[in-house]
């Protein structure tokens, strides 16, 4: 039993110094088995699976690297873990059932949504401490923020409304109404638009972030599959912009779509009950979280082909990959 | 992925459709609620009414007793829902409560609703109640909306325009049951049925199900109420013999299907049978419009904000409560309106939809104003499945395989 221990431990080991140093570390919340699985980018190999808090469900790094912030929805706080050790070194006073967060640009405070409190909780991450706490409509979900850290975007999804936030006085400075339960939001990176996708209204509503009006509203149409299958939830636009990634939910498929002219070029064939979605650094792959088969598919970004899934816990729920 | 190319151009069209029509609609619906920089616009009070006939019940099981406030609890937390969403919009809810007694008349209470200022009224009663007023209320311009009654005669020959039913139809429990069953491959049924006349309906319901996918109807049997006590400290030595005895004589069968909506035996028949076997229908596995442990399709956040407020579990009563007064609250946000004209009309309309943690948007059949819906089948602790079934297919919406469909409709709408 030992040799064989010592076997595993001295292949592992020249797995470990024949991986390039270039690959990065994908980070999966497990929101079934309250863990998160960590996956080799080049390998696409798994290579730990780490045991978290209650429920882990939204997921997200800070800038540098050096910490995951993960919601604990049962456990009803944010958990901070140390990419290093791959230990829990902290809490964040995250209010009840935290499902999504976003953070500011510069990495410094992290706006979470607290779905049975109708509340958007700001924290500062240096101070650990509350900030501020904003009334929403009901069952705040999607996050996003602008580029430039003056907007935030929060979805609430009984009410149907993206809420347009002033990040420095935490005002609300426009409700917009969108498609049934909203679910994710996200800036274009250039922040002239925010795109926020509705899961039973079954589209993409395209805000312009400065008239704050929707301009485009993209309904998705696959052969073969009832319209209600069709549950748009992750959208994620690549740092040149000109492509957005919608995860469809029950519909198994990632859309792809063309920024210019917002229509939708491919339907890309990934698991089953596909949630969210995050690209590795270099934009050469974006990553699908399929909750229901268990596993994640890396999709090439140039192609729009899937390359490979990956088993990874039970219902996989988020994703984030390591900025190096 | 060649095949992709007739639809992207579909999709093109569709889109181009979209951006000609419908977007400058949109952006005129979004246009108030994007300008807070003018003068705040007058509240609007939009006032709804909840009429029930009600008096406390008792049940075969002590947990089966229904709560003081059920249906009221829903409308209550559909209330505080509408008035978050309201807040950002200038729109503000209140519910007026009238309780009547089960087989009184509702005229007098409705009335007294309508003379209130409610347009919409919640109606928690029966078929006969619910119809003494439907008319009345008609020439009020009141809407009617029912979670009391589960008669398809409601959505059928007594159909009509300002009654809209967010309560399933016996026929929809049913169906939504039987395709299950059928899906398990249990064939094979018998029917004990209580003497009561819901009991009856309820009976016909199956009966039309067995019909419709495929279920053998082996053999039925009518269970007499013959006005025992409904809970003694010694009856359970008593029901241990008698229900092995009164489902002796049934044929072999797969299923033990149950129809007692008056809550005289069926609660009674599982683990007592003489052969032993499933059962189904209101005893067992039953079907309904909630299930208070979904915890699917984001249920569990319902789940917690319905026990926050009333601190007990959601019934499904509650929950086609929750409904009706979340489906006035939609029809206000999406016109940003209170004018119960352009309410009626957006309810009416095929724009319409409403997401109430099943899965999939609702809306309501234009031939009789049913509300589509998946059914959940469950025991007294967790959901078992949601119907309809895989496999159960329809031509428009699968959600139609439950029920009457439109082809076999008999409500003519007198508008």
Redesign the interface.
Known sequence: MRRQLALMAATLATWLLATPASAYMVYVSNEKDNTITIVDSTTMKVIKTVPVGQRPRGITISPDGNFIYLCASDDDTIQVIDTGTLQVVGTLPSGP?PELFTLSPDGKVLYVAN??D?LVTVIDLATKKVVAEIPV???PEGMGVSPDGKTLVNT??????A?FIDTQSHE??????VD??PRYAEFKPDGSEVWVSSE???TVSVIDNA?????????F?I?GL?S?AIQPVGVNITADGKKAYVALGPANRVAVINTQT??????VLVGQRVWHLAFTPDQKTIISTNGISNDITFIDVASDEPIESVTVGTLPWGVVVSPK | MKSMVPNSLWMFIVLFWTAVNVLPALAEEAQPQAQPAKPPQQMTEIRIGYLRAYEPQLALSLLDVPPTDIGIAGAKLGISDNDTTGSFLKQKFDLDIAEIKPDADAVAAFDELVAKGDRYVVADLSAKQLLSIADIARDKGVLLFNVGAPDDILREEDCRWNVFHVAPTRSMLADALAQYLIWKQWPRWVLVYGSHDNDHLFADALRRAATRFGGKLLAEKEFMDTGTARRTDTGVIQIQQQMPVFTQDLPDHDVLLVADESEVFGTYVPYRTWLPRVVAGTAGLTASSWHPASEQWGGSQLQTRFDKSAGRHMLSKDMDAWTAVRSIGEAATRTNSGDPGKISDYLHSDQFSIAAFKGQKLTFRAWNLQLRQPIFLGDDKIVVSTSPQPGFLHQVSELDTLGVDQPETKCVFKK
Not at chain 1, 262 to 267: A, F, G, L, R, S
């Open positions: 059932d779905e049975n109708n409509g009901v069952e609430s999804e009984t009410t149907s409304m809420h609300i400075i426009a409700n917009v109404l049934a339960r039973i209204g079954g008239t704050h009006e929707v301009t485009h509203r993209i309904t149409e052969p009832r209600e917002y229509q939708v070029e491919k339907y």
